[in-house]
């Protein structure tokens, strides 16, 4: 398999570069190309990544108080919660900053360090962000998503990122994966299971909240895409690869891969792992290949051979990945490049 998936990195890297936009060419310059700082090609894809107008508008649209602009919708019901970090603005920082990773954007341009001080600010004391979803109970999926985008800008070394990690590897149950507190635990008891989820939330958001004991559900499966987003993070960072709860969570997910996730609440559908999409804010079978090959799963390990061949499957004749929902040309070469590396990193493993 070796020498058909080195043609597939070659022959696409070939044609998504006659085409692609500046930041896509950047991370196939310095990501399956292995260009360093000093190739004149890669230099000039930077300074067009600098005028790029996508990344400039996204950029030049976050305030100085490190939020951007929501609808006015959503800012009525932001309004009628208990606030901040509760809400979309929340939700939004944390898409947006991963884009503007995407476009090569650095935390000192425009107002982005303020976007994550302002992130930072909402810390509590046990070492998660509270929200956005829900203040009653902290949610780890978007945990790890806050420390995915918080290493990948350069703050892994920041004592509150620390703290984060400290906390999310404290979330770890049983089998490796990580659940949502509540919503795939207790909301699984005789008295809660026939409950809508909006009357459970009422009830768990109230004064008259169920007590809660994790350890009295070791018998409940974890959730596959909470566990993909609590180890993205980790993947972004060498020194965290080889942690025992980082390759725990990894085996967690590679043994689900293709199944149906157990939880109703997140993404239940086994279609999601063959659905491709970008952005990918939440998680899929190629955001899981991605990750497990950042961490270093390759061919010696069997299991990552049915998704490998998946994405090979889904390439088309013309060399590139299409989104699955309504292509569209720019997710189209994102959605390509991130194939492309995921199977180089997995090729460079042999």
């Known amino acids: 398999m070796l020498t058909e998936i080195q043609k597939v990195v070659d022959d696409s890297t070939r044609k998504l570069l006659q085409i692609s936009t500046p930041p896509v060419r950047y991370w196939l310059l310095y990501d399956v190309m292995k260009k360093d700082a000093s190739d004149p090609i890669l230099k000039q894809t930077i300074r067009e ?10 950029l030049n649209s976050l305030r100085r108080d490190g939020t951007w602009p929501i609808s006015k919708l959503r800012r009525e019901e932001e309004d009628r919660g208990p606030g901040q970090p509760i809400g979309w603005t929340y939700t939004t920082m944390l898409r947006n900053q991963l884009i503007l990773g995407d476009y090569a954007t650095g935390i000192d341009e425009g107002n982005m360090r303020a976007c994550f001080e302002k992130m930072l600010s909402w810390q509590v004391k046990d070492g998660y962000i509270p929200g956005p979803s829900t203040a009653a109970f902290p949610v780890p999926h978007y945990n790890g998503f806050a420390l995915r985008n918080l290493i990948e800008f350069g703050l892994r070394n920041d004592p509150r990122t620390a703290k984060l990690l400290k906390w999310l590897f404290g979330m770890q149950r049983h089998d490796g994966g990580w659940n949502i507190p509540y919503l795939q635990d207790v909301r699984y008891r005789p008295e809660y299971t026939h409950m809508r989820i909006k009357d459970f939330m009422k009830l768990v958001e109230s004064e008259n909240r169920p007590t809660y004991d994790p350890d009295e559900y070791g018998h409940i499966p974890s959730c596959l895409w909470s566990t993909l987003a609590a180890i993205r993070g980790s993947s ?109 990193r997995y090729a460079d493993m042999y």
């Not at 990544?49 to 996204?58: E, F, I, K, S």
């Not at 190629?286 to 994405?311: F, Q």
């Open 236 to 344: 972004w960072d060498p020194r965290l690869t080889t942690r025992k709860e980082v390759r725990r969570g990894a085996d967690f997910l590679l043994d689900g891969f293709f199944k149906r996730n157990y939880h109703a609440t997140f993404l239940q559908s086994e279609k999601n792992w063959t659905t491709l999409k970008y952005p990918m804010y939440l998680g899929s079978g190629l955001a899981a290949l991605e990750i497990l090959a950042t961490i270093g799963y390759g061919p010696e390990d069997e299991r990552m051979e049915k998704g490998v061949r998946w994405l090979l499957k889904m390439r088309s004749e013309d060399g590139f990945w299409y989104r699955s929902d309504r292509p569209d040309p720019e997710k189209n070469q994102w959605i390509t490049e991130i194939a492309i590396s995921t199977l180089s």
């Open 49 to 58: 990544c600098a005028t790029y107008q996508p990344r400039l508008r996204l």
